[in-house]
Protein backbone atom coordinates (compact mmCIF):
# COMPACT_ATOMS: atom_id res chain seq x y z
CA UNK A 1 0.00 0.00 0.00
CA UNK A 2 2.83 2.39 0.69
CA UNK A 3 4.33 1.80 -2.89
CA UNK A 4 1.05 2.90 -3.96
CA UNK A 5 1.33 6.38 -2.79
CA UNK A 6 4.75 7.16 -4.46
CA UNK A 7 3.17 6.07 -8.25
CA UNK A 8 1.36 9.45 -8.55
CA UNK A 9 4.31 10.86 -7.23
CA UNK A 10 6.50 9.27 -9.66
CA UNK A 11 4.18 9.73 -12.62
CA UNK A 12 4.85 13.47 -12.46
CA UNK A 13 7.97 13.38 -12.02
CA UNK A 14 8.13 11.58 -15.21
CA UNK A 15 5.93 13.82 -16.94
CA UNK A 16 7.83 16.74 -16.10
CA UNK A 17 11.44 15.02 -17.22
CA UNK A 18 9.99 14.01 -20.26
CA UNK A 19 8.17 17.10 -20.86
CA UNK A 20 11.09 19.09 -20.76
CA UNK A 21 12.57 20.51 -24.58
CA UNK A 22 16.08 19.75 -24.59
CA UNK A 23 17.81 23.59 -26.37
CA UNK A 24 20.68 21.74 -27.47
CA UNK A 25 18.52 20.23 -30.69
CA UNK A 26 17.81 23.76 -31.89
CA UNK A 27 21.47 24.00 -32.23
CA UNK A 28 22.04 21.18 -34.68
CA UNK A 29 22.36 22.21 -37.95
CA UNK A 30 22.14 20.76 -41.54
CA UNK A 31 24.68 22.01 -44.14
CA UNK A 32 22.10 21.73 -47.19
CA UNK A 33 21.11 25.09 -48.99
CA UNK A 34 19.17 27.38 -46.43
CA UNK A 35 15.38 26.52 -47.14
CA UNK A 36 12.14 26.60 -45.21
CA UNK A 37 8.79 28.41 -45.38
CA UNK A 38 7.68 31.86 -44.94
CA UNK A 39 4.02 32.24 -43.94
CA UNK A 40 3.48 28.85 -45.12
CA UNK A 41 5.68 29.38 -48.57
CA UNK A 42 8.43 27.21 -49.55
CA UNK A 43 11.37 29.74 -49.66
CA UNK A 44 15.19 28.80 -50.64
CA UNK A 45 18.24 31.06 -50.03
CA UNK A 46 19.13 32.35 -53.49
CA UNK A 47 21.65 35.21 -52.02
CA UNK A 48 22.35 37.31 -49.32
CA UNK A 49 24.38 40.07 -47.36
CA UNK A 50 25.45 41.71 -44.57
CA UNK A 51 27.04 44.86 -43.02
CA UNK A 52 29.57 44.84 -40.30
CA UNK A 53 28.59 47.69 -37.68
CA UNK A 54 29.93 47.98 -34.40
CA UNK A 55 30.72 44.72 -34.05
CA UNK A 56 26.84 43.84 -35.26
CA UNK A 57 26.20 42.04 -38.53
CA UNK A 58 23.21 43.12 -40.21
CA UNK A 59 22.05 40.53 -42.26
CA UNK A 60 18.94 40.07 -45.23
CA UNK A 61 18.63 36.99 -47.02
CA UNK A 62 16.76 36.66 -50.26
CA UNK A 63 15.03 34.08 -51.75
CA UNK A 64 14.96 32.79 -54.93
CA UNK A 65 11.85 35.19 -56.62
CA UNK A 66 14.28 38.17 -55.63
CA UNK A 67 16.16 39.85 -58.57
CA UNK A 68 20.03 40.24 -57.22
CA UNK A 69 21.16 40.69 -60.43
CA UNK A 70 23.08 43.44 -59.30
CA UNK A 71 24.07 41.19 -56.52
CA UNK A 72 22.64 41.81 -52.89
CA UNK A 73 24.13 44.32 -51.67
CA UNK A 74 22.42 48.09 -52.28
CA UNK A 75 18.60 45.93 -51.53
CA UNK A 76 17.09 47.50 -48.23
CA UNK A 77 13.90 45.27 -48.21
CA UNK A 78 13.55 42.63 -50.80
CA UNK A 79 10.12 42.66 -53.21
CA UNK A 80 9.88 38.67 -51.69
CA UNK A 81 9.76 36.68 -49.22
CA UNK A 82 13.07 38.01 -46.91
CA UNK A 83 14.78 37.36 -43.57
CA UNK A 84 16.30 40.12 -41.55
CA UNK A 85 18.57 40.45 -38.21
CA UNK A 86 21.17 41.27 -36.76
CA UNK A 87 23.79 39.23 -34.64
CA UNK A 88 26.88 39.47 -32.62
CA UNK A 89 29.83 40.12 -36.01
CA UNK A 90 31.92 36.83 -33.82
CA UNK A 91 31.98 33.33 -34.27
CA UNK A 92 29.64 31.18 -32.54
CA UNK A 93 26.56 29.67 -31.60
CA UNK A 94 23.20 32.04 -31.19
CA UNK A 95 19.96 30.72 -29.54
CA UNK A 96 16.69 32.86 -30.01
CA UNK A 97 15.39 34.16 -27.43
CA UNK A 98 12.65 37.09 -27.21
CA UNK A 99 13.36 38.98 -24.47
CA UNK A 100 13.81 42.72 -23.24
CA UNK A 101 15.72 42.04 -19.84
CA UNK A 102 18.54 39.91 -21.47
CA UNK A 103 19.53 41.46 -25.14
CA UNK A 104 17.45 38.50 -26.57
CA UNK A 105 18.22 37.61 -30.21
CA UNK A 106 15.50 36.92 -33.01
CA UNK A 107 15.03 36.31 -36.69
CA UNK A 108 12.09 38.44 -38.68
CA UNK A 109 10.43 36.91 -41.70
CA UNK A 110 8.93 39.29 -43.87
CA UNK A 111 5.93 38.33 -46.58
CA UNK A 112 5.56 42.17 -48.53
CA UNK A 113 1.98 40.68 -50.06
CA UNK A 114 0.80 40.53 -46.62
CA UNK A 115 3.16 42.94 -44.81
CA UNK A 116 3.58 40.53 -42.23
CA UNK A 117 6.58 40.64 -40.17
CA UNK A 118 7.21 37.20 -38.14
CA UNK A 119 9.38 37.08 -35.38
CA UNK A 120 11.24 33.83 -34.38
CA UNK A 121 12.28 33.23 -31.34
CA UNK A 122 13.25 29.47 -31.06
CA UNK A 123 15.81 27.89 -32.39
CA UNK A 124 19.58 29.03 -33.09
CA UNK A 125 21.73 30.89 -35.49
CA UNK A 126 25.52 30.04 -35.73
CA UNK A 127 28.35 31.97 -37.41
CA UNK A 128 30.61 29.27 -39.07
CA UNK A 129 33.02 31.78 -40.31
CA UNK A 130 33.49 35.34 -41.09
CA UNK A 131 35.93 37.39 -43.45
CA UNK A 132 36.16 40.96 -44.69
CA UNK A 133 33.90 39.51 -47.82
CA UNK A 134 31.54 37.30 -46.75
CA UNK A 135 30.58 35.35 -43.68
CA UNK A 136 29.38 31.88 -43.62
CA UNK A 137 26.19 30.81 -41.38
CA UNK A 138 23.82 28.34 -40.15
CA UNK A 139 20.19 28.31 -39.20
CA UNK A 140 17.83 25.92 -37.42
CA UNK A 141 15.14 28.47 -36.23
CA UNK A 142 10.89 27.93 -35.93
CA UNK A 143 8.00 30.05 -35.33
CA UNK A 144 5.70 27.18 -36.46
CA UNK A 145 5.50 24.64 -39.23
CA UNK A 146 4.67 27.87 -41.70
CA UNK A 147 7.76 29.75 -40.69
CA UNK A 148 10.85 28.16 -40.58
CA UNK A 149 14.48 28.33 -41.80
CA UNK A 150 17.29 25.13 -42.06
CA UNK A 151 20.55 24.71 -43.79
CA UNK A 152 23.33 26.68 -44.65
CA UNK A 153 23.85 30.03 -46.09
CA UNK A 154 27.22 32.18 -47.39
CA UNK A 155 26.45 36.00 -47.18
CA UNK A 156 28.14 38.68 -48.99
CA UNK A 157 30.09 41.31 -46.87
CA UNK A 158 28.89 45.03 -47.95
Known amino acids: MKNLKFLPLLAICA???FSCKDD???CEFSTTTLSGKIEGNDWTFQ??????????????LFGMDEDLTNGPCGIFFGSSLTAFFSIPA????????????????TVTLFDPSTANNIIVSDGCVEIVSITDTEAVLRFNIENDGNNFLRGEATLTIC
Do not use: C, H, K
Not at 47 to 60: I, K, R, W
Not at 90 to 105: A, I, K, R
Open 24 to 26: TDS
Open 90 to 105: EVGQYPLDFSFTSGGQ
Open 15 to 17: LVL
Open 47 to 60: GGSATNSNGELDVD
